[in-house]
């Protein structure tokens, strides 16, 4: 973590702009604070990337709030969407440096790609330079060191490995880094985690999570019955209402262990990787400030 920042911070010196990759499910959570203190003043381009996977009102809504701030475009790694755009911001930079540049010595653009684990950065290296040149992974921490790339039109892109940084303030900003694999899951109780997504789903994106499992406001009663019936501690008037949830998808998949337990590991792991997917709609889980 200190090493990558070190190498973000020697490397600052060397590029003339800095294009920062923020997975656009969580605008907030999914930029780390300290690019702010490192980049200050260099010229940035901030993308949201993984829109297919994001909420396109939501995504309206940032685009406004950051587009105030500096060049924000949205894109998407995979199929190239926002690539164009991307690129001529990145010529119109690359003209008004040559033209400052009393002494006529054209030097090409040097681009630097910073952004937390997992948004994106290597996928969107590989669509500027239009070849596989990075190697990509759909886990935190595939790129460790620093690799420069030069693109077709000369410019010279350093692609960097994510950068998480080391104490969140907000514990939702850890939670939305692991909903949204930032970070590692083996350092998370995936019970807990799968559970607190559904919670957030629950009352932002109830329809399309209803939709995905199939549920019905009878299936949840059912639920609901079958967990006081099971456990003497169930106090009838708090109960976990996303827990509810969550024994009812066990139940409709049949996520069913021995002695007729449910298998919340099982549930919550398949929400998360079908969130991760997004097979339970466009979903982005945070909001601008008003
Ligand atoms: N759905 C979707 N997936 C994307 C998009 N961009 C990248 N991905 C996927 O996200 C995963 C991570 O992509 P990488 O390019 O390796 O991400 P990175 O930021 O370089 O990750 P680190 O090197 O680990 O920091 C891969 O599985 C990509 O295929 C996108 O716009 N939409
Ligand atoms: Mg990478």
New binding site residues.
Partial sequence: MKKTRELIEKNLKLVDVVVE?CD?RIPISGRNPLIDDIVKRKPRILLL?????ADERRTRMWLSFYGKAFTTLV?????G?GMRELFARLEVLQREMQEAKASGVARNLRVM?V????????????RLAKRRG???????????GKQWITIENGMQIL?????LWPKFEDPRTGMNLAFC??IRDEILDVSELGLELIRILEVQYREPLFERYGLSEEDLEKAREAGMAMDDYYDEEFVDSALVIMEAIAKKRGFILPGRKLDYERTARTVLDEFR??MIGRITLELPPK
């Fill in positions: 990759v656009a990337n993984k829109s297919d996977l894109t998407n790694g995979m199929s969407g790609i952004g937390i684990p997992n948004s994106g950065k290597s996928s969107l290296l590989n990075a190697q990509v992974g759909d886990r935190p921490g595939v790129t460790r692609d960097t490995p994510g950068v694999g930032s997917a997004g």
